[in-house]
């Protein structure tokens, strides 16, 4: 981790907006802090601004390279959240450079110079999914069974579209698949 002479070491909070209609990421942000700390007590600080810290965050939108196709529309700058959570780096590459280029440079009082502060090239970041409603209220999706009770909803809704099962079977399936990949992490 890049640490400046008072051994801070630069984390990142990064969220991912979801329409809550279509259940898509479709915007991403970031904001880096200077730790200090073991992993732990810098997760559990991310983990409480986490809520809040999103509001004073620039929102970018989602890259257009990222594409969801239902029949024959797609939409370009849209994803689900699955494919954001296995391609962190590659997501967010340009929230990292955003980031990194408005963060102030550090004066350095024996050499009259000034150091640039730089994000690492693998930072310690938390990932929080903002599920954004029609009217523009926002959600962070912060604890373990908030972020159960999407993903049972992420499934249900992928069921009932490509396998045609109604919404109870799709919501029972939905449960059990999502109970399974639990006890696969344990």
């Known amino acids: 981790m890049t640490s400046d002479s008072n051994n801070n070491d630069m984390v990142v909070n990064l969220w991912a907006y979801i329409d809550e209609g279509t259940g898509m990421v479709y915007a991403i942000s970031g904001k880096a802090y200077a730790l200090q700390g073991g992993d732990e007590d810098k997760f559990a600080i991310l983990r409480q601004l986490a809520a809040t810290d999103h509001l004073t965050a620039k929102r970018h939108g989602l890259p257009k390279r990222f594409t969801v196709t239902d029949g ?8 689900h959240p699955r494919i954001i959570r296995d391609n962190v780096a590659d997501t967010f590459e340009s929230v990292f450079q955003s980031i ?8 350095d009082f ?8 730089r994000i ?4 310690l970041y938390l990932l929080t ?15 373990p069974e908030m972020s159960r009770q999407f993903a049972v909803e992420q499934v249900k809704q992928e069921m009932m ?3 045609g099962l109604s919404e109870a079977d799709a919501t029972e399936a939905a449960r059990q698949w999502v ?6 992490k344990k």
């Open 72 to 79: 024959q529309q797609s939409r370009e700058g849209m994803t």
């Open 179 to 184: 109970a399974e990949q639990e006890q696969e």
């Open 120 to 123: 690492p090239q693998e930072p």
């Open 161 to 163: 579209k490509t396998m």
């Open 100 to 107: 990194g280029a408005n963060l102030p440079p550090i004066p």
């Open 110 to 117: 024996l050499t009259g110079r000034h150091k640039q502060q």
């Open 129 to 143: 999914f903002l599920r954004e409603d029609d009217e523009g209220n926002v959600t962070p999706i912060t604890s």
